[in-house]
Every structure is written in C-alpha cells, then in structure tokens.
C-alpha cells in the first residue's frame, strides 16, 4: 500500500498553467504505475494521464493530449502533470492513483480499478 498527497491546485485563467505534485510514501514507488484522473460535479471520475514504472511510457486522454504532461521522479517518490493551455473544461478535482501493472487486456491504465491506492484530490479552477 502507498499514501499519496496531491498538491499544487488553484485557480488560474484561461490559457494558465498549474502543476500538480503526488508525493508517494513508502519505498515501492518505483513500482507502481502512476495515473492522475479528474471529477468534476456531477460527472463520472475520468481518466487523464498515465505513466508507467520508470517513465518509458505514457498514456493520455484524447482531451489533454498535446496540453498536459506526466513525469516522474522516483528518487522523489513524487509524479507530476503539467497543465498548460488550461481550459475552463478543465475545472475539476483532480486524484493521484498507483496502480502496480503491467496493463493487461482486460484492465488498462485507463480504468480505474486497474488502481489499487488513491489520492483525497487537489481541487483545479479555470476561470473564463
């Protein structure tokens, strides 16, 4: 089992950057792979990055392909996402997860149960 803490949520404007931190505890970090999703009111928890066990791979949803980037630092037990061109589209509670792989056929990165371990979220506003 792992705890995470997200951090680095906030307000910004349209066209803003924010990044997010999910420091890890324990010594397995390296083990895990690492996702970020977001919630917003009302919607289903969604699917926004990935990143596998030393950062060779990574997976993004089609909505923030090209804007956000996941990265890693297992020395730091920390993942990271880099948000720029921010939209309101964005605004949410964004969650860390580690999920310990690989990916199967059956379940993804981008499923949520493919994750054993959560974040309490960083809450992210993008104002218009």
């Known amino acids: 089992q792992v705890q995470l803490v997200e951090s680095g949520g906030g307000l910004v404007q349209a066209g803003g950057s924010l990044r997010l931190s999910c420091a890890a505890s324990?010594?397995?970090?390296?083990?895990?792979?690492m996702g970020w999703f977001r919630q917003s009111p009302g919607k289903e928890r969604e699917f926004v990055a990935s990143?596998?066990?030393?950062?060779?791979?990574?997976y993004y949803a089609d909505s923030v392909k090209g804007r956000f980037t996941i990265s890693r630092d297992n020395a730091k037990n920390t993942v990271y996402l880099q948000m720029n061109s921010l939209k309101p589209e964005d605004t949410a509670v964004y969650y860390c997860?580690?999920?310990?792989?690989?990916?199967?056929?059956?379940?993804?990165?981008?499923?949520?149960?493919?994750?054993?371990?959560w974040g309490q979220g960083t809450q992210v506003t993008v104002s218009s």
């Open positions: 990143i596998s066990w030393t950062g060779s791979l990574t």
């Open positions: 997860a580690a999920g310990t792989g690989p990916p199967g056929l059956r379940v993804g990165v981008r499923d949520l149960n493919f994750y054993v371990d």
């Open positions: 324990g010594r397995t970090f390296s083990r895990y792979y």
